[in-house]
């Protein structure tokens, strides 16, 4: 591996990383942006926190795919504008792509910015159409702490039932690296974000039921934030009760490239971008690669 990459591989591991402070300008700045039209700081509620930014092609045939993009933080960090590079690269793969902002601990706690995430989703159904996007059929998509909100929309009927959306509006969903199975009672750092919740209403994994969207689950073999039989764990789960889920575990990647993969110069660190968006586009798993041959899946 070259220095510059070795350097550049640095900074997005601070990026990524589950309390660090992150670069997220000079990452942005190397993702290619051509042919995608931004339209930025759209609200989908009034507090300051519920706002959206939609990219779409520039050269549009149709109504396209829309998928909804909740980045993470460990629910307390985190802004829609440093997450400008995913919207550019599932943008120019054939996307209307929404990244959205949700309020943040400690202004609110579990569960209100899962039902951000709700009405971004009923926003959506009222509004993509007008940037070419299609309201129906809604991708999901997140990473950590935004896959954990991700999950729970796609598996508790609580969160979009308040906007009379049922899980039907939805389409397939992809996980990045995601808390699926946590007990946060046992985990110092964010406990005080699900404080006076009962666990099985926060964890994912006890959430799932029949009828869930089909799911892929990205992980990181070398994940020190977020364990990947998290990922592995949901998947067994929402096989076993008659769903449909893969989780698919990147042998040698951590926690933050998962996420950072999806653009230049990290799209060679692992397959994410491809494999996300074949799974989106087809509704078919992506294939082992010849590197991940005998990873947990």
């Known amino acids: 591996m070259k220095m510059v990459t ?16 992150s670069p997220f300008g000079m990452i942005n700045s190397l993702a290619n942006s051509e042919n995608v039209s931004v339209s930025t700081g759209i609200s989908y509620g009034s507090h300051e926190k519920q706002r959206l930014d939609i990219y779409r092609p520039v050269r549009m045939k149709g109504p396209l795919p829309t998928i909804l993009f909740f980045y993470g933080g460990s629910w307390k960090r985190g802004s829609r504008e440093n997450y400008a590079f995913v919207g550019h690269a599932l943008a120019q793969r054939g996307f209307v792509v929404v990244v959205s902002d949700y309020r943040l601990y400690p202004e609110v706690k579990f569960p209100t910015f899962v039902y951000d995430g709700a009405q971004a989703i009923a926003w959506i159904t009222e509004n993509i159409a007008k940037y070419g996007g299609l309201d129906k059929n809604i991708h999901l998509m997140g990473h950590s702490a935004g896959a954990h909100i991700a999950a729970l929309l796609a598996l508790d009927e609580e969160y979009l039932g308040k906007f009379k959306l049922g899980k039907d509006i939805l389409g397939r969903w992809v996980g990045l690296s995601g808390p699926y199975a946590f007990y946060p009672s046992k985990i110092h750092s964010v406990k005080d974000v699900f404080e006076g919740n009962a666990e099985n209403l926060v964890r994912p994994i006890s959430r799932v039921g029949r009828g869930a969207p089909d799911a892929l689950l990205i992980h990181g073999s070398h994940d020190t934030a977020v364990s990947p039989e998290n990922s592995t764990a949901l998947a067994h789960r929402m096989n076993e009760i008659g769903n449909s889920a893969f989780a698919l575990v990147y042998e040698g990647v951590g926690h933050g490239m998962t996420v950072g993969s999806l653009t230049f110069p990290f799209t060679g660190m692992a397959s994410t971008l491809n494999d996300a968006v074949y799974f989106l586009k087809t509704g078919k798993y992506p294939k082992i690669h010849k590197e991940n041959e005998g990873i947990s899946k």
Do not use: E
């Not at 350097?7 to 990383?17: C, E, K, M, Y």
């Open 6 to 21: 070795k350097i550049l591989v640095g900074a997005a591991v601070t990026a990524f990383g589950i309390s660090a402070c």
